[in-house]
DNA sequence: TAGTGTTGTGCAAACGATTACACAAACGCA
DNA sequence: TGCGTTTGTGTAATCGTTTGCACAACACTA
């Protein structure tokens, strides 16, 4: 038991040492089977002394189910993917299922690493990059039915989606900020290319007309603190903004450490600057920042409603919608 | 191709429609083997058309080989283990292999956790938790050489390692916050039961003990903001020091905002307050942390470069060093 | 032209489990 | 006692690949 024995022993190896057939091995650890309980409880004992466990990809092999589920995210670095994503894998654990990350950063052959994925017959795909397209998603995995979280309602009937709708929540924001006499909005885009980023963007374009306001100037970062600095910087120079909404929270606090740094400017005084994703760095007392933030823990738990109801044999599909909601703090 | 065929193609399906054996389309996907180079063209086309992908379930059945790579790891949400769970996994990908993460929060039973992931076979193990002893790890994987991410060379033969070394660093941190006038030192711990905490705080107690001075104080937190806010208050409420060494950037942070707006401390003029980590948020602007700190990719780089070695055949057992060095912010 | 490689392909046996089916033993009941 | 049911176990097929072996076709070489 103890020390490396290099090879694993078999179902068949074991039955010879506990004198019984490869099938009665089998049965003894599958929970409901017909088999003697004396016999289960002699084959567990023989089969903890020799370190025996059933091998995963022979049985995956045989029933058709992994039980692994792939996740593909954009980084694990952004706080607010692995916020989502702790609390993901604690809830596939605790159902004995297994992730499998996919990170699609910009330079990875985003496609070939989901095939790649797909070929381990995953059982469940949950889609949070918006760097892949659905179809794409569907065309790769289309044995899974895919569950993909969105912003907005989806076309395509072939995949669950947990959607994520901030317009109200974007619009108390807007309402706060232009009732404490803030007219010139600029909005940090996180990417130029992510649809996630223009309706995000549009919440709050809406909330601004019904004021008759619109943005007045626009940057693209890439959801980094140093992105958010740099592009704070170059827009306050170069309009006379008196209001930043951000497209998540790490380029908010970079873009307030600019306001404050390098123009002098104090929130929410001089600037109000607004984040969004809600992660929990946005509440410790240095940043304190108003934000529009999501419900991780609802979030994730809408994740694996969908993925039970999949278990299931409920393929739907299905489709949760979220609201953001804002926390106030002291950046508006 | 498009749209949800539910049952994917076998080989042998394929190898029908394309008018040979399956075992030659097992030979069309082999890059060397002997097949005719027309065939092989035909038989990718053709499965191109089908959608056909070799099912890496069965090959790793009959390989041995899952290009399964368990990952173990505390939490996620950490930023630091995030960074280099970020760096480590494009590595794994980019060498077309995938990780599945095990996350041993405190109240899962990761033992359990650990032996459903050795039942898939993986090719390599990489702990990175402090949380479950070497012993069981080597046991549960008893069929690959675990690597494990240690803080002192390791007794037990049967792991690689890569082992980290502060004492330089810790020692010219101490030696800096001394020759400013600084005697009064605390230690404010990741956890209390970690033997990981417990070597990093001997680097600095070693330090200190230099200078003839011993740690006058100790407080333990978890790891997050909150717990290294509210010790520090405690602690800085019952005794008087003047430097807090903390057990990661992240506590750094949270006990420089607990000296600043609880007690009115300024760093470092009223008080020195040091993380360990270096991770990227350590050096945003409104930070500026001094932290004991890792390089991560050169630790990742550490890591892939053991993994290659057993992918290679080599055994070993590897060990690797890596040394932390200073980063010198403005909080002492 | 016969002899020797070399190439390309198919057959069939693994890999390590699960499970439908068959069958013997044990049991319940009239 | 005899029949029907339940219970426990074994046999063998199956899941979808890979790969050693055999063999035919072909290309060289002498």
């Known amino acids: 038991m103890s020390g490396t024995n290099r090879r694993r022993i078999t179902s068949k190896e074991l039955a010879k040492l506990a004198g019984v057939s490869s099938a009665t091995i089998s049965r003894a650890f599958s929970p409901d089977s017909r088999i003697g309980s004396a016999t289960r409880d002699r084959i567990l004992a023989v089969a903890r002394e020799y370190g025996y466990q059933p091998n995963a990809i022979a049985r995956s092999l045989n029933n058709q189910r992994s039980r692994l589920v792939a996740l593909v995210v954009n980084a694990i670095g952004n706080p607010c993917e692995a916020e989502e994503q702790q609390l993901l894998v604690h809830r596939l654990q605790a159902r004995q299922l297994l992730p499998i990350l996919l990170c699609c950063a910009d330079h990875s052959d985003r496609l ?6 797909s070929t381990y017959q995953v059982d469940h795909v949950v889609i949070f990059s918006d760097m892949v397209s659905m179809q794409d998603a569907v065309d ?21 989606n947990i959607r994520i709708d901030g ?3 974007a619009g108390e924001i807007i309402d706060k900020i232009v009732g404490d006499g ?5 909005y940090l885009s996180g990417t ?5 980023d223009k309706l995000r963007r549009k919440w709050f374009a809406d909330a601004l007309a019904r004021h008759g306001l619109s943005f007045e100037a626009e940057a693209f970062g890439d959801y980094s603190y140093d992105s958010g600095f740099k592009e704070a910087v170059l827009l306050l120079h170069r309009s006379k903004v008196d209001a930043i909404i ?9 873009a307030r450490d600019a306001a404050r740094r ?4 104090n929130t929410p005084e001089d600037i109000a600057i607004v984040g969004q994703d809600g992660i929990a760095m946005a509440a410790w007392d240095c940043n304190d920042l108003t ?42």
Do not use: Y
């Open 182 to 186: 803030k007219k010139r909005f600029a």
């Open 246 to 254: 951000c497209g998540n929270d790490v380029m908010a606090i970079g």
């Open 140 to 160: 790769i995995f289309h044995t899974t039915r895919p569950i993909i979280v969105s912003f907005e309602p989806l076309e395509n009937e072939d995949v669950s």
């Open 262 to 265: 390098v123009l002098g400017k």
């Open 112 to 117: 070939q690493l989901m095939r790649l994925a």
């Open 167 to 169: 317009a109200l929540g």
């Open 291 to 332: 934000t529009l933030s999501l419900d991780h823990v609802a979030f994730m738990d809408a994740v694996v409603e969908v993925i039970e109801r999949h278990e299931a044999g409920d393929e739907g599909p299905h489709s949760i919608t979220l609201a953001c909601t804002p926390r106030w703090g002291s950046t508006a």
């Open 192 to 196: 130029k290319s992510s649809w996630i």
